[in-house]
């Protein structure tokens, strides 16, 4: 039998479905004191991985929408997608009502935050918004704003965070420990080395029950997420370096530019200039066209 629980993308959303954990992590956030867990209502979007529409986390509690997503990879498109589980979640409650009416209709206030444990350095706390990605600036107040509040929960930062949360720092003690066993090792002992990271936690007592009971669901997500974040890295480092190549090819062109130019500026012929830079008339001629154009 398959159980829906099998399609979560990451551990983080695997333990954010108990209502007893959503509302230890909004106390964390929001530092209250809330006791009952009961009154948590879970409302996570459930797309499957083969949907794009999938959030990490969502809940309604004391009147509040808060859509919660872990990331281990920067993306500044977090308040887009962000928007994009706003609206679903809201067609998906509230649209069965009559928007037309004279009444208003209300909603529960939403709180976009993110949880950001990747190996790229980012700052202990940061905001994405909205209207960054909006193709016209201007000085007026944009209509339209969405602001996603970024905590790094990586060792040694927002450390008040993690103390109020007890669950929230042991993940990242199991995130830690799979990336201390796994580092530099081949992809093929990726298993074993999560099924290490699991040991170590049960035997220390950090999520002792979770990882218990779900041993197996936790080892696959986390081969998914582990992999794709490799993935994402290594993109991100040949993107570097790429780009690094492309700029020293272009700061060699745009010396010899300049060469050329002095020497045309004294009246050198191009075959002259050819022959003083080592180059083919052709090019310098084809180059000599570029000056001219600028």
Not at 21 to 41: F, K, M, Q
Request: overall charge negative; proline content about 2%; charged content about 35%.
């Amino acid at each position: 039998m398959t159980n829906k629980r099998n399609y979560k993308s990451n551990v983080f959303a695997m333990l954010l479905e108990e209502q007893e954990r959503a509302l230890e992590l909004y106390n964390a956030v929001n530092n209250s004191t809330y006791g009952d867990p009961s009154l948590v209502e879970i409302n996570t979007i459930e797309g499957g991985f083969e949907l794009s529409i999938q959030n990490d986390a969502s809940f309604i509690f004391d009147n509040v929408l808060s859509i919660y997503e872990h990331q281990s990879t920067y993306c500044p498109n977090m308040p887009l997608r962000s928007l994009v589980y706003f609206a679903t979640l809201i067609q998906k409650k509230y649209m069965n009502r009559d928007i037309f009416s004279r009444r208003l209709v209300t909603l529960p206030t939403p709180k976009f935050i993110v949880f950001y444990n990747g190996v790229e350095p980012q700052p202990e706390y940061s905001e994405m918004k909205l209207s960054d990605c909006f193709l016209k600036k201007d000085d007026e107040k944009s209509m339209l704003e969405l602001v996603c509040k970024v905590y790094n929960i990586n060792k040694g930062k927002n450390k008040e965070l993690l103390e109020r949360c007890k669950w929230l720092s042991d993940y990242m003690v199991f995130v830690d420990k799979v990336r201390e066993y796994h580092n530099d090792r081949e992809d093929d002992k990726l298993e074993e080395d999560i099924s290490k990271a699991i040991d170590y936690c049960i035997s220390n007592g950090f999520l002792e029950e979770f990882f218990t009971s779900r041993r197996s669901e936790v080892l696959e997500v986390t081969k998914v997420d582990y992999t794709f974040e490799r993935r994402m890295k290594l993109n991100y480092d040949e993107g570097k370096d790429d780009g690094i190549k492309i700029g020293e090819k272009l700061g060699e062109k745009q010396m010899l530019l300049d060469k050329i130019a002095k020497k045309i500026s004294k009246g050198k012929s191009f075959s002259q200039i050819a022959d003083e830079l080592e180059e083919s008339e052709e090019d310098i001629v084809e180059l000599a066209k570029e000056i001219e154009e600028s």
